[in-house]
């Protein structure tokens, strides 16, 4: 294709504003060409200073000659939107003013299909494929070209860089939304959603591609234009359109202001704010929050302020509960979000959203439904211009996970700002947040139990911040002061529920995040220890040690059964008598617990204490290595719980470890064996050396642990036998 030849700018200038005032308006289509000729021309000849001055000249016409902007406004988006990749605060200024005079005068119905295209074509990260072809074009225009006429002109520069593509896109996409927000303003048909849905759709998609291109603070910013559309957009009585005068009645308009307005939007009807129409544009908004919200969130599971996932709900609520578990000179998690102002940022603009989504009545009630659902998405759902406009409020879903972030945004900010007098929705354990857990950890979908771990840490962290406040606050347990949290009506079905803890407990040991690693191990800990059974606690933990193959699990295990003692078997006993039934029932609980007998003991003895002569003693040296470094935090967590059971006075002697041990021969298959392991690897500490890569000091430390519980054991035996 031919380039547009190169025109002074005095001549332009001229050229456009004369053929304003000469050409009937109705002759738009050769003003249209001329424009063309003259901003093609400016694009690839003209620095940057006159392209703005040629555009500032256009904005003029644009702005005076009303009825001309009518009929080719929506033919000037995509002419303009080039300038803003010349890099230029001053082109860019000129270009945006340019696009408003669009907005404000052309034909609105036109210009918001074209911005709707236009937002679609946004480029945010250049493809190789095309970097290749630029660099071809340019190669053969430097042959055809005339010398350029000044160092500033566009034929010296370069292509643009990364940096450039994404400035560019940045202000393309933020303009455009804030033509969006002129246009749909101007919009008088019977039907704005059918215009309303096809822009949110559009925006939707393109800022899902924009939040994994931009910066952080980019991204930011373009949430907060998003968040203005909303506003400016929406129907609701206290956020009316400024630019929409209010509707008159049928009765106050004349039959001749009827048929004025019909001649130029045949379809212009009055509309009540609580008919069908403005419920669908009031839920295509809904929608479209929850998805903004999806998209942000998630974008924000990247690593770009350290090790905080999203807003680090579970941290910091677990904080501001729990301020003495706060380890010293280490800055908390509550004190990073006041310290950055990136995380202030991220904060804000959830917080806005929340605000949001109250303007736009979002109820608590529904989000809940919504996050037990199985998936609303389906995988061969139409986007884009295939999608057809809603029929009914019905037809339009809300985002799964922005509803999971939405509802968890408006609980936990009564934590986090102590807001005591905020109505917040009643959420058993079980049913309830076993229903969330299933639909966002271990989907299906995504490989089932096999894929948990691989979850976004956002998404981990909203759904362990959320357990942890039911856990906290279930409405049974915080009002009738009981000991236990009331975990809701587990009924009859165990398998239920013991999957519910199967997910809890592979997040605590897959997920990425070693903080949420910890949070998902106190949320499974203290879910199993509220199950009403003792039964369905044993056999969950047995089940663990018997089956799980993830060594850190059966550590954490082996902390369960200790925790179980402990509460079922060491409790202070009260000297005042039972003064009512529900203390007399507490008592008989504690004291028939099964953990207070050998029973529970005796069953898990051969997995707590397994015989590992065969995985220490036989194989060959590394390959035993390997398995007790495998294995070794659930090694050291059954020597813990074994000194615990020999030096622990308080445990009553119903407990029977002594027979326990002597029946299993506890000494002889385990500790015997794990003695003469760490022999061997002190013999073959050269060799494991070696093979671990020169990490010989972390070799080395673990043995000395081992040696140092072992040890502690032997002097509690010793003490044992002189007693």
Not at 10 to 31: C, M, N, R, V, W
Not at 78 to 99: G, K, N
Not at 388 to 407: H, R, T, V, W
Not at 548 to 553: A, H, S, V
Request: aromatic share 6%.
């Amino acid at each position: 294709m031919e380039s547009a030849p190169r025109v002074p700018l005095a001549s332009a200038i001229d050229a456009i504003t004369l053929a304003a005032k000469e050409i009937p308006a109705e002759d738009f289509i050769t003003y249209s060409t001329i424009l063309d000729v003259h901003l093609a021309s400016a694009l690839l000849h003209y620095k940057p200073s006159d392209q703005a001055a040629l555009l500032r000249s256009l904005a003029t016409v644009l702005s005076t000659h009303t009825d001309l902007t009518a009929n080719i406004g929506w033919d000037l988006v995509a002419v303009i939107l080039p300038f803003f990749d010349q890099s230029d605060v001053e082109v860019d200024e000129a270009a945006q003013t340019c696009l408003y005079e669009v907005a404000e005068h052309g034909n609105p119905r036109e210009v918001i299909l074209k911005i709707t295209e236009s937002l679609r074509q946004i480029t945010f990260v250049e493809d190789d494929d095309s970097l290749e072809q630029e660099e071809g074009d340019r190669d053969q225009e430097s042959h055809n070209k005339q010398p350029p006429d000044s160092p500033d002109s566009p034929e010296t520069q370069g292509g643009q860089s990364g940096s450039d593509i994404s400035r560019a896109a940045e202000l393309k996409f933020s303009t455009l939304l804030n033509t969006l927000g002129q246009l749909h303003a101007r919009i008088k048909t019977k039907f704005p959603s059918r215009f309303l849905s096809t822009s949110l759709t559009a925006v939707l998609n393109t800022y899902g591609e924009a939040v994994k291109a931009f910066s952080a603070e980019q991204k930011e910013r373009a949430t907060v234009e998003i968040i203005r559309l909303v506003k400016s957009v929406s129907p609701s009585k206290d956020n009316a359109r400024p630019l929409l005068p209010p509707r008159l009645s049928h009765t106050e308009v004349s039959r001749t202001s009827t048929a004025s307005q019909n001649e130029n939007d045949p379809d212009v009807e009055a509309d009540s704010p609580l008919s069908e129409e403005s419920k669908i544009q009031t839920r295509l908004l809904q929608s479209f929050v929850t998805h903004i919200l999806e998209d942000y969130m998630v974008s924000l599971s990247d690593g770009e302020v350290g090790d905080i996932p999203g807003l680090a709900w579970a941290s910091r609520i677990e904080e501001k509960w729990n301020p003495d578990k706060v380890i010293p000179g280490r800055a908390t998690f509550s004190q990073r979000f006041i310290d950055s102002p990136l995380l202030q940022s991220r904060e804000s603009i959830v917080g806005q959203v929340v605000a949001l989504s109250n303007d736009l009545l979002i109820q608590d009630d529904e989000l809940l439904r919504v996050i037990q659902q199985k998936d609303l998405r389906s995988e061969d759902e139409p986007t884009g211009y295939e999608a057809e406009p809603p029929l009914a409020p019905s037809d339009i879903p809300l985002s799964q996970p922005g509803a999971l972030f939405l509802l968890c945004a408006r609980i936990l900010s009564t934590v986090l700002y102590s807001r005591d007098s905020v109505h917040l929705p009643e959420i058993p354990l079980f049913p309830t947040h076993a229903a969330i857990t299933k639909t966002f950890i271990g989907r299906d979908d995504r490989g089932g139990m096999a894929s948990i771990g691989t979850e976004s840490d956002v998404i981990v962290d909203t759904a362990v911040g959320l357990g942890l406040w039911v856990l906290r606050n279930s409405a049974r347990g915080v009002q009738s002061g009981e000991k236990k949290p009331y975990i809701g009506d587990v009924g009859d079905d165990d398998d239920q529920f013991t999957q519910y803890l199967q997910a809890l407990s592979l997040l605590s040991a897959h997920t990425q995040s070693p903080t949420l690693r910890y949070h998902a191990h106190i949320l499974t800990s203290s879910v199993l220890r509220a199950h009403p059974s003792d039964l369905v606690r044993l056999a969950f933990i047995r089940d663990t040690l018997e089956h799980c193959p993830f060594e850190n699990l059966k550590a954490s295990a082996v902390g369960w059964f200790k925790d179980e003692t402990i509460a079922a078997s060491s409790a202070p006993q009260s000297s005042q008598p039972p003064d009512n039934k529900d203390s007399e029932k507490d008592e008989t609980d504690r004291e028939t617990s099964i953990f207070s007998t050998p029973v529970a003991l005796d069953t898990l003895t051969p997995f707590l204490f397994p015989d590992l002569q065969a995985v220490l003693a036989a194989p060959p040296l590394l390959d035993a290595w390997n398995t007790f470094k495998a294995g070794f935090s659930f090694y050291l967590a059954s020597l813990n719980l074994y000194y615990f059971l020999l030096a622990a006075t308080y445990l009553p002697e119903s407990l029977g470890f002594s027979t326990v041990r002597t029946k299993h021969n506890i000494d002889r298959v385990y500790l015997d064996s794990l003695k003469q392991a760490l022999e061997r690897f002190g013999q073959g500490l050269e060799e494991i050396e070696a093979a671990e890569g020169g990490e010989g000091i972390a070799v080395e430390a673990d043995l000395r642990i081992l040696e140092g519980a072992l040890e502690r054991i032997a002097m509690a035996l010793n003490k044992d036998r002189a007693s």
